[in-house]
């Protein structure tokens, strides 16, 4: 999708379709026909937040109207979001390659112009996806091509900021969902080091990687025994976007890249796991949201290490007990081998010291106790840095991809004594997701650290099967406060 500005009134408009409020829409119309068929059609429209209506209209400059109910009264940013959302998916099935979009006249306690602007078009991007790749006869193309925001005098440049965003945000989520959408015998850690390695054309930004080879130099022993049992080599992809002063510290994004979780020797049980290829939508995200930055070219410096591999069992695959040192020189008695993305994370996180970041900020899909804790609506949010924190809390409730804060408290340390090595990689039933957690922050120590866990927020199950490229809304929009921007 495209995202334009540009200035004028709804009521000299031309266009396939305007996207309005009730009001708007009324105002907009002066052909005595349109009108009427306009006023026959709205008879019985209940113009509440969540209602739409689309209108063909008889010969005039505007062939369609798309009407956002609701859209003419104050909302506050649940009813508004709603709103937009309702009018998203029309837009999805609509037949027109292009719209004139105008909804960010309403009025919303707590969201301005650009916060309208930019969540509406979020919106439109989220539904107007399509993936069809491997369709023999693939569906036909997404119709709809741009969208043209209308702003007046006084919120130009607040729209061209958002339609300046969105269609970085736009390009990093399409991005994002192609790759986990992608079936796990194409997506392999080199076919995800390949895609990295586009990034590579955009400006400002180098791709790089770590082989089997270098890694086993390094000492991340902890990472190479979970790609061990597989015939797919593991890789610890570099991706640097240098958007921002010379040194300046960079923000380092890294993700879970487990481009298959079969679990290991400790197997996963077979119904549903052919979701587990979803298992690299934390690397899949933190690239997606480092296109966006890049494509936004926004004014930071960001390091993103994805932490490829693939969990196999195997003749080579690691066994439950076995003990292996990481990178940190920490030693760690593997009592699970599905409990393999933090055993990659811990090593991506010593890595990621090399590069002095100011914030490090992992993305993974880790445990299956957060999807019990918090369901698909938040993704459970866990940092040693309170300001961190509160920052990435804050860009999901304005993206409206929201994260919840959970503990990591040292009370939950003793769950991961081990008595042969200095810790085990599991802890028992209780509290899955916090020990996940914790497990990793023993890496972290005095970085400042923040850890999402998006096992329950970052695909679909069931029919809408597929990726949702969260958490890349609310991790560009950190990047956005954090590049000083906002
Ligand atoms: N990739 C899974 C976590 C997961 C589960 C993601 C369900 C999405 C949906 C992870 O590698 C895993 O298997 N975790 C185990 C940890 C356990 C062995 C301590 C889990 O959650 O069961
Ligand atoms: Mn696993
Ligand atoms: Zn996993």
Known sequence: MKYLVSPGQPSQVSTPLLIGSLATVRSSISNAAARATLQAATRDFKDQAGDTLLVNLPDGGIEQVLIAGGCDVGLNTTQYRKAIQAVASVLATAKVQSAVWTLHSTRVDGGDVYWRVSNGLTAISLATYVYHRHKSTPAPAQPLRRVTVLCDDRSKDSCARAVNENNALGSGLALARDLGNEPPNVCNPTWLLGEARKLGTLDKVTVSALDEKKMRELGMGSFLSVSHGSESP?????????????????????????????????????????????????????????????????????????????????????????????????????????????????????????????????????????????????????????????????????????????????????????????????????????????????????????????????????????????????????????????
Request: aromatic share 6%; net charge positive.
């Open 234 to 486: 593991g890789k610890l992809i570099i991706v640097q976007y240098k958007g921002g002063k010379r040194g300046d510290a960079p923000v380092a994004l890294i993700g879970k890249g487990i481009t298959f979780d079969t679990g290991g020797i400790s197997l996963k049980p077979g119904p549903g796991m052919d979701e587990m290829k979803f298992d690299m939508c934390g690397a899949a995200s933190v690239l997606g949201a480092t296109r966006a930055a890049a494509e936004a070219k926004l004014p930071i410096n960001i390091v993103t290490l994805v932490a490829a591999a693939e969990n196999m069992p195997s003749g080579r695959a690691t066994r439950p007990g076995d003990i292996v040192r990481s990178m940190s020189g920490k030693t760690i008695e593997i009592l699970n081998t599905d409990a393999e993305g933090r055993l990659v994370l811990c090593d991506a996180i010593t890595y990621s010291r090399r590069f002095k970041p100011r914030v490090v900020i992992d993305v993974a899909t880790l445990t299956g106790a957060c999807v019990i804790a918090l369901g698909a609506h938040a993704s459970g949010l866990f940092s040693n840095d309170d300001d961190l924190a509160n920052a990435l809390l804050a860009s999901g409730d304005w993206s409206g991809d929201r994260a919840w804060r959970m503990p990591v408290w040292d009370d939950y340390q003793t769950q991961l004594k081990s008595n042969f090595a200095d810790m085990a990689n599991v802890g028992g039933r209780e509290a899955g997701s916090v020990v996940a957690a914790c497990f990793l922050q023993r890496f972290a120590e005095d970085l400042k650290w923040a850890h999402l866990d998006i096992a329950g927020t970052a695909y679909h199950s069931g029919p809408r099967k597929g990726s949702s490229g969260r958490p890349v809304p609310a991790l560009f929009r950190y990047l956005v406060t954090a590049s000083g921007r906002a």
